[in-house]
């Protein structure tokens, strides 16, 4: 099946920095989204991204599904930032949607 | 609009007890999904139903059962729990291909 991984595994940053997160896939996908888990467990939507570039307020994410990746840029992070990000695909020929492994974010104050 | 609703939020149970998880949802979805999250681990996929009256089974989907009642509703039932199935349980929704909403999630401990 499709393979799914995600980098780093674990990133700290101080508030007000920048990160870029990654999503590689192994195949190829109908569907990709973002997800932000915060620290009392909600899962969080992001983006719905199968390709192209979007943006919502701080955070922004491209994916190039030729190239099988996924981009999620975080800018001027903040404390409220903090939590896992988890990347979900939907394998072309697949049932169902296979999540990464996600990024752990700690946004120190 | 409410999205996805989940009950019980926490449940505590014994080895043995048997127990149903509840999902609604209010968006008109046709597919519906019942994911377990360990501890420092990604969600894995127990049970979905791809339309009102069809089910299927995921990655892990030993222990448990599931009933697709409606379009709204799916539930998750497990006959007799086990410490293994402690985890936090999220159930999910989405309209043909499009975008995955989840629920709160229900954290189940079984002694």
């Known amino acids: 099946g499709i393979q799914v991984e995600q980098s780093p595994p674990d990133l700290i940053l101080q508030e007000g920095a920048n990160s870029t997160l990654r999503c590689n896939f192994s195949?190829?996908?109908?569907?990709l989204q973002w997800f932000h888990q915060n620290p009392w467990g909600q899962l969080i939507n992001l983006f719905y991204?199968?390709?192209g570039t979007k943006q919502n307020g701080r955070l922004s994410a491209t994916t190039v599904a030729t190239e099988r990746y996924s981009l999620l840029y975080i800018s001027s992070s903040q404390t409220t930032d903090s939590g896992v990000y988890f990347c979900?695909?939907?394998?072309?020929?697949?049932?169902?949607?296979?999540f990464g492994p996600g990024t752990r974010l700690s946004v120190l104050p | 609009n409410a999205g996805v609703t989940q009950t019980p939020k926490f449940q505590v149970l014994k080895t043995g007890q048997s127990m149903t998880l509840q999902c609604a949802q209010d968006?008109?979805?046709?597919?519906m999904y019942w994911y377990r999250q360990d501890p420092g681990m990604g969600l894995r996929l127990i049970y979905y139903?791809?339309?009102?009256?069809?089910?299927d089974k995921g990655e892990v989907p030993n222990g448990y059962n599931v009933s697709r009642l409606n379009k709204r509703e799916f539930s998750l039932r497990l006959e007799s729990a086990a410490p293994s199935q402690t985890s936090v349980y999220f159930c999910?929704?989405?309209?043909?291909?499009?975008?995955?909403?989840f629920g709160e999630g229900s954290r189940l401990t079984v002694l």
């Open positions: 999910a929704s989405r309209l043909h291909s499009g975008e995955l909403f």
């Open positions: 195949d190829s996908v109908n569907n």
């Open positions: 991204i199968p390709s």
């Open positions: 979900a695909v939907f394998p072309y020929y697949g049932q169902n949607f296979v």
């Open positions: 968006m008109n979805h046709n597919s």
């Open positions: 139903s791809a339309s009102e009256g069809t089910t």
